[in-house]
């Protein structure tokens, strides 16, 4: 029988399930679908959104000094990010075979569907470029180290962590021994197909 805290966290899925819906409701009153991986604007929206782009001249006339101080600071750590992005691929390819654990797909979760916005100049796109590779990448990382958490150590925590990964339902409830032992080490768990 699930346990209280599974069962909470079932409900939360569920949340994310309802706001699925309300993402298809948020592309009908912007007026955009979703073609494969490329996003389509109504043309009278797309016209409209055109309208609203700041121009680059404007963009950077206009632009904050500590913003632009903050520049070197943001984008120096596409640095390690790019470390730590070598190191995933490195880690997933030769560990995750050894554990029999699915692969975490890269694309899943570094996404840059900005680019279809024309109301962003080719500035703010290159932000948002960024942002979504870093954001993206951290996503990706929580995904690897949360199936590696899972083979290896499938222990809920004491006390409740702000974020708890998708497989965390399916770990045993602190101090449940017997619970660590069913789950300890199965890579043909249910909740690897769950999360593919």
């Known amino acids: 029988m699930p346990s209280k805290i599974s069962q909470l966290i079932e409900n939360i899925e569920k949340s994310y399930a309802e706001l699925k819906i309300e993402y298809r409701k948020a592309m009908e009153k912007y007026g955009f679908n979703l073609k494969g991986k490329k996003i389509i604007f109504l043309k009278n929206i797309k016209d409209k959104n055109k309208a609203l782009k700041l121009s680059i001249i404007r963009h950077i006339t206009h632009a904050k000094l500590r913003h632009l101080l903050s520049l070197p600071f943001i984008y ?3 640095i390690p990010a790019l ?3 070598f190191f995933l691929l490195v880690y997933q390819t030769f560990a995750f075979p050894l554990y029999r654990l699915p692969k ?5 979760y570094i996404v840059y569907d900005r680019r279809f916005l024309d109301y962003l100049n080719i500035i703010q796109k290159v932000h948002c470029l960024y942002c979504s590779y870093v954001n993206g990448l951290f996503a990706y990382a929580v995904e690897i180290a ?6 290896w150590c499938p222990i809920k925590a ?3 962590p702000k974020s708890p990964h998708s497989f965390y339902k399916e770990f045993a409830d602190y101090g449940d021994a017997e619970g ?4 300890y ?3 043909d768990f249910k909740c690897f197909d769950k999360n593919l």
């Open 185 to 187: 080490n199965k890579a």
């Open 104 to 108: 975490v797909k890269r694309r899943d």
């Open 158 to 160: 004491a006390s409740h």
């Open 146 to 151: 949360a199936r590696t958490e899972r083979y």
């Open 83 to 85: 470390i730590l992005d």
């Open 180 to 183: 660590f032992q069913k789950t």
């Open 76 to 78: 120096s750590m596409i």
